[in-house]
């Protein structure tokens, strides 16, 4: 199976920027596809965004679109979430997932290996 270790959280200025990271270990990480989900308080996990194992398809949440990015280094083992413009509704711990051959969605379903979470603050 896959480890996965998120990165990058932190306490923000709505407006602000950051990068979260999520480093793999295990297995092949090229035959995973990758997903970044979220969960505020009180609130049911959420998609935020997803790609597949060669970085060429991507999936996002309405509500992240045009503000967050995902992208992957295969060689790195990495996969990242590029977060812009971020708003106080942002505010969630960010975890990141892997599905052994799956195609990049954000079916949540589908991810069988789950990261512990990086904490995402945004102040208003």
């Known amino acids: 199976q896959v480890q996965l270790v998120e990165s990058g959280g932190g306490l923000v200025q709505a407006g602000d920027s950051l990068r979260l990271s999520c480093a793999a270990s295990?297995?092949?990480?090229?035959?995973?596809?990758m997903g970044w989900f979220r969960q505020a308080p009180g609130k049911e996990r959420e998609c935020v965004a997803a790609?597949?194992?060669?970085?060429?398809?991507?999936d996002y949440a309405d509500s992240v679109k045009g503000r967050f990015t995902i992208s992957r280094d295969n060689a790195k083992n990495t996969v990242y979430l590029r977060m812009n413009g971020l708003k106080p509704e942002d505010t969630a711990v960010y975890y990141c997932?892997?599905?052994?051959w799956g195609i990049g969605t954000c079916f949540m379903g589908s991810y069988k290996y789950w990261g512990q979470g990086t904490q995402v603050t945004v102040s208003s």
């Open positions: 790609i597949n194992w060669s970085g060429m398809s991507t």
């Open positions: 295990g297995r092949t990480f090229s035959n995973y596809a």
């Open positions: 997932a892997a599905d052994l």
